[in-house]
Nanobody, 128 residues
């Protein structure tokens, strides 16, 4: 059974940076994709970025474009989300998810269609 565990959330000041980690277990292959999503209080869950563990291709939504970078460590089955220049509106629970690859990374990131399994989330609070 696939499991996804997020870590790295916490309190950060506006303008600061944070790196979130998503460690995956229960998969027998490196051919999978991970999506990062977030849900702010009172708002719907939205996509942040999606990436392929196998080839490193990525897609970003407009919510964080230019301020986020996805990277991966195949040996550790871990995908990272580096976020810079954080703003109070970035405050949210950040989730990683195993996503279907046949729809395209960008489509899954924007629509949330094709999410196969969710992690439990990690809280990011941007505040002074």
């Amino acid at each position: 059974q696939v499991q996804l565990v997020e870590s790295g959330g916490g309190l950060v000041q506006p303008g600061g940076s944070l790196r979130l980690s998503c460690t995956v277990s229960g998969l027998s292959s490196d051919d999978y994709a991970i999506g990062w999503f977030r849900q702010a209080p009172g708002k719907e869950r939205e996509g942040v970025s999606c990436g392929s563990m196998l080839d490193g291709s990525t897609s970003y939504t407009d919510s964080v474009k230019g301020r986020a970078t996805v990277s991966r460590d195949i040996a550790k089955n871990t995908m990272y989300l580096q976020m810079n220049d954080l703003k109070p509106e970035d405050t949210a629970v950040y989730y990683c998810a195993l996503i279907a690859q046949n729809y395209g990374l960008g489509y899954v990131c924007r629509s949330l269609n094709g999410v196969l399994s969710w992690g439990k989330g990690t809280l990011v609070t941007v505040s002074s």
